[in-house]
């Protein structure tokens, strides 16, 4: 049996907290190479998620503890859908192929992550040109964008 208990979100979370990505996570599938991803993530705020697709799999996404906003964007970059994990909406699945970035909203916000396996990492061309890289001075603007994005709008620098 698998399970996550509070006690393992909370260590996650202060792993997180630690680690220079503000991120930690915690598989439950056994390899790398299973053919589903699922997996806990811890995601301190201030971790930057580039806006990225996964064209092989959908990704399912459930808050185990805090919120978290996930915007999808159209291919220029322009936000087609808003929602916050964690309040209303507590399961959101984006299709496969979409523009998607996720911001955690609290301290301690862990969520729980499913998708089609094997592991791929994401690539440069499955990464939004649109967005500043990972390690790139406009990542912290985007992030504050993130917090007042509305369907419609798009992000400039």
């Known amino acids: ?12 979370s202060e792993q997180a ?12 599938h056994p390899e790398l ?26 990704e399912l996404l459930t808050p185990l503890s805090g919120r978290f ?5 159209d291919d220029d970059g322009y ?15 984006t299709d496969a192929g979409i523009w998607h970035a996720v ?9 729980f992550e499913v998708k089609h396996g094997g592991y791929q990492p994401v690539t440069e061309q499955d990464s939004a040109p649109w967005a500043p890289a990972e390690n790139d001075q406009g990542a912290g603007e ?3 964008w ?4 509305q369907v419609g709008n798009t992000f400039t620098r």
């Open 69 to 73: 906003l996930v915007l999808h964007f």
């Open 79 to 93: 936000v087609t859908q808003r929602v916050v994990l964690g309040e209303e909406c507590k399961l959101l699945e």
């Open 33 to 58: 190479s299973d053919a589903v991803q699922r997996l806990a993530v811890a995601m301190a705020p201030g971790t930057y998620v580039r806006p990225h697709r996964h064209p092989h799999t959908f």
């Open 142 to 144: 985007l992030m504050e």
């Open 103 to 111: 911001l955690s909203m609290d301290n301690d916000g862990v969520i």
């Open 1 to 12: 049996m698998k399970q996550l208990t509070v006690t393992d979100l909370q260590q996650l």
């Open 146 to 149: 993130y917090l007042r994005a």
């Open 17 to 28: 907290a630690q680690s220079p990505r503000l991120r930690a996570n915690r598989n439950l």
